[in-house]
């Protein structure tokens, strides 16, 4: 089967930064992505990895390592419009969701 | 403008009642799935399509229906709706799940279903 771990939930304060881990069992793995959701709204696009490593976009970077079956999504100067849900998504032959980590962000 | 749009965005229904939720996309995508969002649960996968004619049960498929009988429609259909089917639901395309360039995927804005 396939299945994705993250921590339930987090919190920091504004202009912190914070990690979100994801670690992930699935097989035909092709890459990570992220996703984040606002209450009520559905879920955006953040950032994927295919290859191991740090990608950076912006305030928002993502990692992963094949390896260790393991990524993370690191947010920077933490602002309160970032406190929202975050998803982990493996890509195999399908997209398998994580439970999601809510962040909230305290002033 | 790209997007996915689903409707109704609210729904509410009697046990074993037939309803359908429509979906969809105008971005040409070949992969379509929908999901279900439960508090604690994240997304879980009902079914996903990786192209027209072709659709695959998900996580959670139980108590749901659906076609591709065109790339741009995915209609998730409840047959006879209970109560535990009370949930948001999310459709979402992308062009592809496979592969390792950057897929990404596009979501619908839910529709909240309750089942009494």
């Known amino acids: 089967g396939q299945s994705l771990e993250q921590p339930s939930e987090v919190t920091a304060v504004e202009g912190a930064i914070v990690q979100i881990n994801c670690t992930y069992q699935t097989s035909g793995f092709y890459g990570l992505s992220w996703y984040q959701q606002h209450d009520g709204g559905a879920p955006t696009f953040l950032s994927y990895?295919?290859?191991?490593g740090l990608e950076e976009t912006g305030r928002f970077s993502s990692f992963l390592s094949r390896s260790d079956s393991y990524g993370y999504l690191l947010l920077q100067e933490l602002q309160m419009k970032d406190s929202a849900s975050y998803f982990c998504a493996a890509h195999g032959q399908n997209f398998v969701f994580g439970p999601g980590t809510r962040l909230s962000v305290l002033p | 403008e790209a997007q996915v749009t689903q409707n109704p965005r609210y729904l509410i229904t009697v046990t074993g009642k037939k309803l359908t939720v429509t979906c969809s996309q105008n971005m040409n995508h070949e992969y379509m799935s929908w999901y279900r969002q439960d508090p604690g649960l994240g997304l879980r996968q009902i079914y996903y399509s990786m192209n027209v004619e072709v659709t695959d049960k998900g996580d959670v498929p139980e108590g749901y229906k659906v076609s591709r009988k065109e790339k741009r429609n995915f209609p998730l259909i409840l047959e006879s709706p209970s109560p535990n089917q009370t949930s948001l639901y999310f459709c979402?395309?992308?062009?592809?799940?496979?592969?390792?360039?950057?897929?990404?995927?596009?979501f619908g804005n839910g529709t909240r279903l309750t089942v009494t």
């Open positions: 979402a395309s992308s062009w592809d799940a496979t592969g390792t360039g950057q897929v990404s995927l596009h």
């Open positions: 990895n295919a290859l191991d």
